[in-house]
């Protein structure tokens, strides 16, 4: 299966706790993106690569997130501290430079 | 603020009959409009894209629907069956972001009932 992978698929953590989160994009394409989705909502954008460089962040973002793509391939998403409200689905795509995005099968996070 | 607003929130058709769904936006930068088709415990997979060139695009049973003046899209899909039961959301992307980020609309869940 040549599509995004991410991992673990379902993740479940206490209040407090940090998680991290890694994508792997489909070979070959240089961009990366976040995205968290809620319960009956749409995805919203959380932050992207070009390659290593990461070149936006969503005001969603708050410090206690944080993202890398070190050697421009996988990429990692890192919640510190963990809040209830940080439960959601986090959805990684991944693209070629102004191509559709394709989206990977989410990791559920719930945060009792 | 929605910047792409959707709706139904939910749609039920009969097998064979055809589902439509509605979508609006405001920001005339937009110029990428792909839809995108969710099941449950599945990430978005993309359906079908148009841009504001053509007014209307089809793909076997689906279609896009365009009208730029009034910056409105829907999806048609023909001939519904059960198994097109998801949750559809219209998207929008701009190259002037480079098509750094997909703006999607709340989303319709559509059942198709025998």
Redesign the interface.
């Known amino acids: 299966d040549t599509g995004v992978s991410q991992d673990p698929r379902h993740k479940i953590t206490k209040r407090g706790q940090n998680v991290t989160f890694r994508c792997d994009p489909i070979s070959e394409h240089n961009r990366l993106y976040w995205y968290r989705q809620t319960l009956g909502q749409g995805p919203e954008f959380l932050t992207y690569f070009q390659n290593e460089a990461q070149l936006e962040k969503s005001r969603l973002l708050s410090d206690r997130f944080s993202a890398e793509r070190p050697k421009g391939s996988f990429s990692t998403l890192e919640i510190q501290r963990t809040e209830q409200g940080d439960s959601a689905m986090y959805l990684c795509a991944s693209s070629r430079l102004g191509e559709t995005q394709y989206f990977g099968p989410g990791t559920r996070l719930l945060v009792l | 603020q929605q910047q792409v607003k959707q709706s139904p929130q939910s749609l039920i058709v009969q097998k064979g009959g055809i589902s439509i769904i509605n979508c609006a936006y405001e920001n005339t930068a937009f110029d990428y409009f792909?839809w995108?088709q969710q099941f449950p415990?599945?990430?978005?997979?993309?359906l079908i894209?148009i841009r504001p060139d053509v007014s209307e695009k089809k793909e076997g049973r689906f279609t896009i629907s365009f009208n730029k003046s009034a910056k409105q899209f829907s999806l048609h899909i023909m001939d519904s069956q059960p198994g097109d039961s998801a949750t559809y959301?219209c998207?929008a992307l701009s190259?002037a972001t480079?098509?750094?980020?997909?703006?999607?609309?709340?989303?319709t869940s559509l059942s198709v009932i025998p």
Do not use: E, M, T, W
């Open positions: 792909p995108y415990g599945k990430g978005p997979a993309l894209a959301f998207a190259a480079s098509y750094d980020k997909v703006i999607f609309g709340p989303g």
